[in-house]
């Protein structure tokens, strides 16, 4: 059975940083796509980036350097590092894996991250950040 489980969310200021945890049983992450999403009330689920097999990361534009995406294969996780933080990056931060079987080349030929293209979400995380 597979699982992800994300933690690390929690209260910052605006400018602060926090380090989002994504641990995955029933899979390996290295074989995986990996990707962080978040979610606002009554907005859909937004593509932050993904992590692929070869560990190429891709990100979408609202980013602008500020999150880095990483995975320990050893742990079996995979991470969200956010810095400059801002009261517009308050959500529920979820992980996911890749539902398609050739995910890094599939994933690089569509040109938005899209949550249709990943599964096996977690609970999530809540991240608030105040000005």
């Known amino acids: 059975q597979h699982e992800l489980v994300e933690s690390g969310g929690g209260s910052v200021q605006a400018g602060g940083s926090l380090m989002l945890s994504c641990v995955a049983s029933?899979?390996?992450?290295?074989?995986?796509?990996m990707s962080w999403f978040r979610q606002v009330p009554g907005k859909e689920r937004e593509g932050i980036g993904y992590?692929?097999?070869?560990?190429?990361?891709r990100y979408a534009a609202f980013v602008k350097g500020r999150f880095t995406i990483s995975r320990d294969n050893a742990k079996n996780t995979v991470y969200l590092q956010m810095k400059d933080l801002n009261a517009e990056d308050t959500a529920v931060y979820y992980c996911?894996?890749?539902?398609?079987?050739?995910?890094?080349?599939?994933?690089?030929?569509?040109?938005?991250?899209?949550?249709?293209?990943?599964?096996?979400w977690g609970q999530g995380t809540q991240v608030t950040v105040s000005s």
């Open positions: 029933g899979f390996k992450v290295s074989s995986a796509c």
């Open positions: 996911a894996r890749s539902v398609s079987p050739i995910c890094s080349i599939f994933l690089s030929a569509v040109p938005t991250i899209r949550a249709s293209d990943f599964g096996g």
């Open positions: 992590i692929d097999t070869d560990g190429k990361e």
